[in-house]
């Protein structure tokens, strides 16, 4: 069985300043991870993805997320906050596949609201 | 744009009443999703679909009714729904890809279906 945990259900920083959001997993396996974000009224975007190459794993808008087994986390930063930040971001694992092929949901963490401050 | 889309974007209904709920997507991939995002509870996965078959059902009440008539197309069938049922609807599509000596599962999402039950 796979879980997510997002340690902070709020994070407030000011514009310019740098961002941390934490997310530990949990899984039997050695799992694909992946950060969304949601802005107001609007779908699920894909930030990364770690699948099983480089640990550190740069996204769009900036961001980067480092995986560390020994730690089981995933925390996503990125050095400056700009105020198109703003928005709800997810953790999401997935193990991989079962045998016989066949699609997998993901497991998603509670969210993070990332507030930027002017 | 995600290549997905859902309609309608917004729906009231009544507990009596039947309605359904659209996804389309033009990437062609594989496999469709559809997931439930209540407040404050992390997104649930309530059925999967890989090449028209369901693959998996989350333990959903069977007043919600899904169609997958083509890999392009989803259906959300409503009926005599509850109040709790309001939320927002996500639709998503993945396909398998190859990454490394692992496959990984990169969903794209459509903007989502505001239900509300009254």
């Known amino acids: 069985a796979q879980s997510v945990t997002q340690l902070d259900s709020h994070v407030s920083v000011s514009e310019g300043t740098p961002v941390l959001l934490r997310c530990n997993y949990s899984s039997s396996y050695s799992p694909s991870l992946f950060w969304y974000v949601q802005h107001p009224n609007k779908g699920l975007q894909l930030l990364l993805k770690y699948t099983s190459a480089a640990t550190l794993v740069k996204g769009i808008n900036g961001f980067e997320a480092e995986f560390k087994k020994s730690e089981t986390s995933f925390h996503l930063t990125k050095p400056s906050a700009h105020m198109s930040d703003a928005a709800e971001y997810f953790c999401?694992?997935?193990?991989?596949?079962?045998?016989?092929?066949?699609?997998?949901?993901?497991?998603f963490g509670k969210g993070t609201h990332l507030i930027i401050q002017p | 744009e995600t290549g997905v889309t859902q309609t309608p974007r917004h729906l009231v209904m009544g507990m009596t009443n039947k309605k359904s709920l659209k996804c389309e997507q033009h990437l062609g991939h594989n496999a469709m999703y559809w997931y439930k995002q209540s407040a404050k509870k992390p997104l649930e996965l309530m059925f999967v679909?890989?090449?028209?078959?369901?693959?998996e059902n989350n333990s959903v009440p069977s007043r919600f009714s899904p169609e997958c008539p083509n890999s392009s197309h989803l259906f959300l069938h409503l009926h005599t729904l509850q109040p709790e049922d309001s939320a927002l609807y996500l639709c998503a599509s993945s396909r398998r890809l190859a990454g490394g000596d692992r496959t990984y599962n990169e969903q794209f999402f459509g903007p989502g279906t505001r239900l509300t039950v009254l």
């Open positions: 679909y890989n090449f028209k078959e369901q693959t």
């Open positions: 999401v694992v997935s193990d991989p596949p079962r045998s016989g092929g066949g699609a997998d949901g993901l497991t």
